[in-house]
């Protein structure tokens, strides 16, 4: 894992972690548009599995929630509405997403939110020893532990990942 030692001025998501005791280590980025969680994990040396994307969609009904994902996976909407028991989800537009969360495509973090929301998050994510998530801010990771996850955020663990081909993961 290559870690840069140039510090990036606090974000909100940082001092939400703060705030919550949470330890973390910075780690950033040069970002790249449309580079996404594969440009990230290459730059920094780590498994694309362990970067984990922060997604802000909404329910049929456009109540916002935010889906932590594995960075090589994607979300089944289909399960996901069925697990939350709600018609269907879909992704926000981004100036939406932008508006609930506080923070840019591409630089969104699951802590720091600008609107309390529902945050779930794919099961296994929970299962690593750590993982990389946005730190608010594109081109800045934080890696933390899983557990801090569901101590800081409440999150709830549910089964929607895809792999890229479109089967459900284990």
Do not use: W
């Not at 994307?53 to 594995?70: E, F, I, N, S």
């Not at 090589?72 to 100036?95: F, M, Q, W, Y």
């Not at 929301?117 to 296994?124: G, N, R």
Request: aromatic content about 4%; proline content about 7%; some cysteine.
């Amino acid at each position: 894992m290559v870690t840069k030692s140039k510090h990036v001025s606090e974000t909100p998501a940082t001092q939400a972690l703060k705030r919550a005791g949470v330890s973390y280590t910075e780690h950033p980025y040069d970002y790249v548009d449309h580079g996404g969680t594969a440009e990230s994990a290459h730059q920094l040396g780590v498994p694309e599995h362990q970067v984990v994307k922060t997604l802000v969609m909404q329910d049929d009904r456009a109540r916002p929630l935010v889906v932590l994902m594995h960075g090589d996976r994607h979300v089944s909407t289909k399960n996901l509405a069925r697990e939350i028991g709600v018609k269907s989800v879909e992704p926000c537009k981004p100036e939406v997403a932008q508006r609930h969360s506080g923070y840019m495509v591409g630089g969104t973090s699951p802590f720091g939110l600008k609107k309390e929301m529902p945050v779930y998050v794919e099961h296994t994510v929970l299962e690593l020893p750590r993982i990389f998530i946005n730190g608010g801010r594109r081109g800045f990771l934080v890696c933390i532990e899983p557990t801090a996850l569901q101590a800081s955020l409440g999150v709830t663990p549910v089964h929607c990942a895809l792999t890229p081909g479109g089967q459900g993961a284990a």
